[in-house]
């Protein structure tokens, strides 16, 4: 398909675990974002890229969050020490410009249950 | 810091009724704002944005809203609810940067 994609769809970990979670975003798209959505909340925004360069990791709760773009392309969001408090979904979405005016086209998410 | 707020968590209404779901804004510059939807088990889709051209933004669906600057409002209406607009909504804020931010959302239900 065209769209943005992510790996895995459903993540049950063990506390303590290292997760790396995927995102393929729509070819030719330079930006890609990174969000964590709780239950019943609105995304929030953790990092974006443009390109391979990471411009904002501002969103990162701390650091056992960190996220690559090596190729500019997929992008893989690692989660060290897992904590049953990173337990979410973690959207990626990609746009086809680097302004933030630029639609941003989700994925499907990740679901991240962290025991 | 940049942010909205939605008011009301759930929005319900009869199919052929008026949908208004309210969004307000905090900035000292202009924003670009947006309303994102979200059906059950799918990634959010982009309604329709404002980026300081026409106050009177239509989108997708049938969806439109208004920017008020005088009310840091941009209140996402549709005149006529369809059972298929039932569904999760976020409005969302921007500005020159790339760090977007959502309100918690409004699930809107229609009843037949």
């Known amino acids: 398909g065209a769209g943005v994609s992510q790996s895995p769809r459903y993540k049950v970990t063990k506390r303590g675990q290292d997760v790396a979670l995927r995102c393929d975003p729509i070819s030719g798209h330079v930006s890609l974002y990174w969000y964590r959505q709780a239950l019943g909340q609105g995304p929030e925004f953790l990092t974006y890229f443009n390109y391979e360069a990471q411009q904002d990791k501002s969103g990162l709760p701390n650091d056992r969050f960190s996220a690559e773009r090596p190729e500019g392309s997929i992008s893989t969001l690692t989660i060290q020490r897992t904590e049953q408090r990173d337990s979410a979904m973690y959207r990626c979405a990609s746009s086809l410009g680097t302004s933030g005016y630029n639609e941003q086209f989700f994925g499907p998410g990740t679901r991240l249950t962290v025991l | 810091a940049q942010s909205v707020t939605q008011l009301g968590s759930h929005v319900s209404v009869s199919e052929g009724a008026l949908v208004l779901l309210r969004c307000n804004y905090s900035?000292?510059?202009?924003?670009?704002l947006f309303w994102y939807v979200q059906y059950p088990n799918q990634g959010l889709q982009l309604l329709l944005k404002?980026?300081?051209?026409?106050?009177l933004v239509k989108g997708i669906n049938g969806f439109e809203a208004e920017f008020k600057k005088s009310e840091t409002s941009f209140h996402l209406t549709k005149p006529s609810a369809h059972m298929s607009d039932a569904a999760e909504y976020f409005c969302?804020?921007?500005?020159?940067?790339?760090?977007?931010?959502f309100g918690a959302g409004t699930r809107l239900t229609v009843k037949p």
């Open positions: 969302a804020v921007t500005y020159h940067n790339n760090d977007m931010r």
């Open positions: 404002y980026t300081s051209a026409a106050t």
């Open positions: 900035s000292s510059v202009p924003p670009y």
